[in-house]
């Protein structure tokens, strides 16, 4: 099977400009054909369109990576087991994507285009099916947690700790996606806050964002006892990233947990690097996690914890994370990871790199809180 990428791309340049448009004809053309697909998805659909959007740009720029396009469409396959995507839905969508495209190019799009998304379509079907029918073998689609403890540390931040039902195979650093049964079918992802432990417990940091569903559903309509259901582990921002024995932490908010997960796991590293954590937070009452993070110092021994506090006026010094790095006249010499939302890593990489510090050693996790994700096509 030959994919011609010229044809892809230059196709794809076609109906770039109206995706958006594309996105809502897609899924309005594959929901009419075929409507038993509706109940898989949301009620509301927007993020959900965006996430095709996501998804098809991922593809489509990286068509010439053949191990890490299939690595990609391998987790989105093992993710999409959560959601009921069995094989003989891939045709259905395939057939109204290449559709939804041929029509909002108005005019100027060719049968050899068809061919070529075609082809390359039946490709992305055959490797996330394979990927799936691996995963079926060795894991569930989705898990089911009870929740044993709901701790509210801030109005807008609550800590959950959840048992799920079956052993989660996860690594210290990744996150997991969470449906709660107040929103059937919409999931929203969520670092988990611990490294692996004996007791399978799980740890979440919910930050109630201005109109989240989830967010709000969790923090303010789960109680202890109360179910949810768990995605499969995703992400890559794990400690064997780094090659250095001296590593930066720069936290925004709840972009902590993933990050104390990997304190919690450098806990038990033979040669247990030094770490220095800056976690930003907009006012001192917003520091939700300070007691954890005082037992996980005592226990670590080589972990500095800086608190760093943006929008209080009486507050002196007054900065965000990153400032505290030319505050304590720190230079990164070694493999600095940064989680929080997307604007917060995005001026932080940006002022790292200003310092000096190569982008080889900085390390993020675009999602939870931004793009790009995987996204189930």
Known sequence: MTIDIGLIRYSWSLVEPVAGKLAMHFYGR?????????????PAMDMQRDRLLQALTQVVLNLEDGEGLSDYLGTLAR????YGVRPEHYPAVGSCLVAAMRYHAQGAWLPAYDDAWMTAYNFIAEVMIQAAEQDA??????????????EVRTPEVAVITVAPDQ???????????????HWPRVWR?????????????????VRMVSGGWVSTALMHHTRPGDSLLLGPPRGSLVLDRASSSHLVFIAGGTGLAPLKALIEESV????????????GVRRSADAYDNGDLQRLRAQHRRLRIVQTVSDEPQQRPRHNAVDALDYHRIIPRG???????????RVTTARLVAMGVPYDRIHTEFAPG???????L
Request: aromatic share 12%.
């Open 137 to 150: 073998a060795q894991t569930p689609p989705t898990w089911v947690g009870t929740v044993v403890s709901h």
């Open 335 to 345: 493999d600095v990871f940064v989680c929080g939302s997307t604007e917060m890593v």
């Open 189 to 205: 992802s969520y670092s988990i806050a611990n490294a692996p432990r004996e007791d399978n417990l799980l740890s979440f940091h």
């Open 30 to 42: 594959l929901f009419a054909n075929y409507p038993h697909i509706r109940e898989m998805f949301p």
């Open 370 to 376: 931004g793009a790009p994700t995987l996204a189930r």
């Open 268 to 279: 038990w590293v033979p040669d247990r690097p030094a770490i220095d954590l800056f976690h």
């Open 167 to 181: 052993p989660y195979p996860f690594r210290a650093g990744q996150y997991a996606t969470l449906q709660s049964a």
């Open 79 to 82: 993710d999409h087991r959560k």
